[in-house]
T-cell receptor, first 113, second 110 residues
């Protein structure tokens, strides 16, 4: 069974700090990795995706992928109270032709002013 | 471009009834996936449709079904509703691999 694991949190960081969110996955065939942000009562919003080992930066967000360790992380620099949300890690494998994503349980992030 | 739309946004049904949910993907997207989100199980994949064909199916009973039309709009149907079917049902559309979610339909079964 393919699994994606995240610490449920809450992860509490002060405003302006770096928030580090982590995710591990069990299927070595996984090829694509996604981070979604979900505010309470809302649907998930795609914020980052990464396909290759290394870092990918987009504004205040950096996704890091280490396939050997089966580990993907999301760093949020200069955290703001508006970043307080649940962050979902999702993984897609290529053993099927389609777009099935396996999600972790999410990490709740709280940014305190 | 307009985003993914889902109707209705909220629904209350009684056990044993059936329900149909609708999803219109982002213009040009041919893949539509459906997910169920509950506090206990998180986000779980139901099925995916691409060019009117079911391409993938998750581990849900046959009471859950779907279809896709030639304009890529998709519907999912749940028959013989159970209390445990109460959830947020999310539709996601995709063209290159990244999936974008709609606002969801909140289904409550009483």
């Amino acid at each position: 069974q393919k699994e994606v694991e995240q610490n449920s949190g809450p992860l509490s960081v002060p405003e302006g700090a770096i928030a580090s969110l982590n995710c591990t996955y069990s299927d070595r065939g996984s090829q694509s990795f996604f981070w979604y942000r979900q505010y309470s009562g809302k649907s998930p919003e795609l914020i980052m995706f990464i396909y290759s080992n290394g870092d990918k930066e987009d504004g205040r967000f950096t996704a890091q992928l280490n396939k050997a360790s089966q580990y993907v992380s999301l760093l949020i620099r200069d955290s703001q109270p508006s970043d307080s949300a649940t962050y979902l890690c999702a993984v897609k494998t290529w053993d099927n032709a389609g777009n099935m994503l396996t999600f972790g349980g999410g990490t709740r992030l709280m940014v305190k002013p | 471009k307009a985003g993914v739309t889902q109707t209705p946004r909220y629904l209350i049904k009684t056990r044993g009834q059936q329900v149909t949910l609708s999803c219109s993907p982002i213009s040009g997207h041919r893949s539509v996936s459906w997910y169920q989100q509950t506090p206990g199980q998180g986000l779980q994949f139901l099925f995916e449709y691409f060019s009117e064909t079911q391409r993938n199916k998750g581990n849900f009973p046959g009471r859950f079904s779907g279809r896709q039309f030639s304009n890529s709009r998709s519907e999912m149907n749940v028959s013989t509703l159970e209390l445990g079917d109460s959830a947020l049902y999310l539709c996601a559309s995709s063209s290159q691999g990244e999936q974008y979610f709609g606002p969801g339909t909140r289904l409550t079964v009483t």
